[in-house]
């Protein structure tokens, strides 16, 4: 057969142009203004670029409707290494026999195939007939975007198409009543059947859609899918898939009576009842509420009514109002508090089972403990761990176990956690944070959170009490025992739970230390007063007014020297006069800076408006009252 002649005369191509024997012409099967059909003027065979497909000359004089199209039949309906005929046959071509899937454009135009069957309904309204009709074996047809499906057989479909996950009378639902509610059927003749705006999945229950977005423009939806396990799975499924993507759509499943058939649906019910039981089960439909999640990464969860009905664990102390088990505990203070000092004396008393920490009672006896140094080297811990357990009848040694890093810069954490699995500690001590860590810059909350997070991992997983020594920032010493003073990010402030402050004074050997911050515990504020003595601290009582302690020798001497001439009691202008003979050189506004700074402490006393009372009591003194 001449094939050139076929395209060219009997077809009639338009805007035909051969390159060999491969051709390209407008398609005559779609409205086209740019060339999108292929011939083959050797073969016989051609596909169009544009979604018809392609086939033999054969069958494209069937899709073209062209009289007589039974003389195209020749050898060219064999298989082809491009092209598969399938042995397509207009009174065949839809058998149940015929069971493998069909490319629609490769036998006949698509659109010819929909007028075709969907002509034929067997089930009611004109508007959906265009989704359903019979086929010439007398099966069901389904109509959809994609391609064709035979009821509970197979496809035909367009060429490289995907018809797994389509919406069954998609285009009717966009013109539905979006103020009613949509019902999602489990089956196409469900959907059809239901005099209600509803849709079906080209895969029933077993399958939802990749983009079902069109459903969320509808304020409820019921879904409505089969009495039996399939079904009830499959509507929990799509369900959680809506609320998920939208959740502010109500979501309903009906709920079939319990004494019907496994695997009753909507279309048995029209035939059984008229829809009276899927009615019922629409009554009955419960809305669908995600479940809340028994468990989340990082979280425990609790209901209301699991927590009514739970008791607190009360907060167990190891040393009472100074170190409560199970927290993340940290001390920090100033340079030459001695605070690493403090933390080996209360971490060898834990351990020995001591019956007191600086007047605090220790609940526990013996726990094992792990120190950890970070700063001062193997030797120096060794020359502080003597001097200081000197003090106690030293019987700790199965409980004690420190390690101590060199001057690298490093993470710890594997280490510790290493050392932990093999040791058991109940408390672990690190002197000091900023040295078991390679993160620089603790200011920045993203560096901070890489060690509160790998602390976090080491208490959680090894249940263990964590102790950490920190620092002050330089600087600022009058402004005492605050916790903004202290090294790090508001998140290593947050992720603490116990906070304790040391300062030194401007008495030698002389500290003060209080609670900061607590979590979940009583909060005692008082300013506890601590003597350091031969590698020993030893606590001296509360401290009501700790200014005078925070005064540096320099403004002391300052203030002393102007205050040893100005009478006993004197007003602004005579320490005016005073300070301008001590102090030419400097500014009047420095002078009464000087006066306002020592009339807040017990050295001046302010009797009324600009008169002041000298009180020369040693600060020193004080001491031996606490």
């Not at 389904?142 to 060429?159: T, V």
């Not at 469900?190 to 969320?216: E, K, R």
């Not at 109002?321 to 605070?339: D, E, H, Q, R, W």
């Amino acid at each position: 057969m001449n094939y050139q002649h076929f395209f060219e005369y009997e077809v009639g191509l338009e805007r035909l142009k051969w390159k060999g024997d491969e051709g390209l012409s407008l398609c005559p099967l779609h409205d086209d203004t740019k060339p999108s059909f292929s011939p083959n003027r050797d073969t016989g065979l051609w596909y169009c670029h544009s979604g018809c497909g392609g086939g033999n000359i054969y069958q494209l004089a069937v899709a073209l409707n062209m009289d007589n199209h039974r003389q195209y039949i020749d050898s060219s309906t064999i298989d082809s290494k491009n092209y598969r005929t399938n042995g397509y046959e207009p009174n065949n071509a839809l058998k149940s026999e015929n069971k493998q899937a069909i490319d629609v454009g490769k036998m006949v135009k698509y659109v010819e195939l929909k007028n075709r069957y969907g002509e034929r309904s067997e089930l009611g309204e004109t508007y959906k007939n265009k989704y359903i009709g019979k086929n010439d074996n007398e099966e069901i047809v389904f109509i959809y975007p994609k391609g064709i499906k035979i009821h509970k057989k197979y496809w035909i479909k367009e060429a490289s198409t995907d018809c797994s996950n389509q919406i069954f009378m998609v285009d009717e639902m966009l013109s539905f009543d979006k103020s009613k509610p949509l019902y999602i059927f489990e089956g196409e003749k469900d959907a059809i059947a239901s005099s209600l705006q509803g849709i079906s999945f080209s895969a029933g229950a077993g399958s939802i859609p990749d983009d079902i977005t069109p459903l969320y423009d509808f304020p409820e939806i019921i879904i409505s899918y089969d009495n039996d396990k399939a079904g009830n799975d499959g509507a929990e499924r799509l369900a959680e898939r809506i609320k998920k993507e939208s959740p502010s759509i109500i979501v309903k499943i009906i709920q079939w009576d319990k004494s019907l058939p496994k695997g009753y649906d909507v279309y048995d019910d029209g035939k059984e009842t008229g829809f009276a039981k899927f009615h019922e089960a629409v009554v009955n439909a419960t809305e669908y509420q995600i479940p809340i999640p028994k468990e989340l990464k990082g979280f425990t969860i609790m209901s209301g009514k699991e927590a009514s009905n739970t008791t607190p664990k009360p907060t167990e102390w190891i040393i009472e109002n100074v170190l409560p088990k199970g927290f993340n505990s940290c001390i920090a203070g100033t340079t030459g508090s001695k605070k690493s000092m403090w933390a080996i004396q209360l971490a060898l008393s834990v351990a020995n089972g001591e019956k007191e920490f600086c007047n605090n009672p220790i609940n526990t006896r013996g726990l094992k403990v792990l120190f950890i140094d970070t700063e001062i080297g193997e030797d120096e811990l060794l020359r502080r761990f003597h001097r200081i357990k000197s003090h106690i009848a030293w019987k700790g040694d199965d409980n004690w176990l420190m390690m101590s890093k060199g001057g690298t810069t490093m993470d710890i954490w594997e280490q510790t956690k290493e050392m932990i699995a093999a040791f058991r500690p109940e408390l672990v001590v690190i002197d000091s944070m900023y040295n078991a860590t390679s993160v620089a810059d603790f200011s920045k909350p993203t560096g901070m959170s890489k060690v509160t997070d790998a602390l976090s991992i080491i208490k959680d997983k090894y249940k263990v009490t964590l102790l950490m020594v920190a620092h002050f920032n330089k600087g600022g010493h009058e402004l005492g025992l605050m916790i903004d003073r202290m090294q790090g990010s508001a998140v290593f402030q947050n992720w603490i739970e116990f906070q304790i402050l040391m300062i030194k004074t401007n008495i030698q050997d002389f500290n003060i230390w209080r609670v900061a911050k607590t979590r979940g515990v009583f909060h005692d504020e008082s300013y506890i007063g601590l003597q350091w003595d031969d590698f020993w601290f030893t606590a001296k009582g509360v401290i009501e007014d700790i200014n005078p302690y925070l005064i540096t020798e320099q403004k002391k001497r300052k203030w002393m020297t102007i205050l040893e001439d100005c009478p006993q009691k004197f007003d602004t202008n005579q320490w005016l006069n005073v300070f301008n003979s001590k102090f030419p050189e400097m500014s009047e506004r420095t002078a009464k800076t000087w006066l306002k700074e020592a009339s807040g402490t017990p050295m001046l006393k302010k009797v009324l408006h600009g008169v002041y009372e000298k009180n020369l009591e040693l600060l020193d003194e004080t001491i031996n009252d606490n």
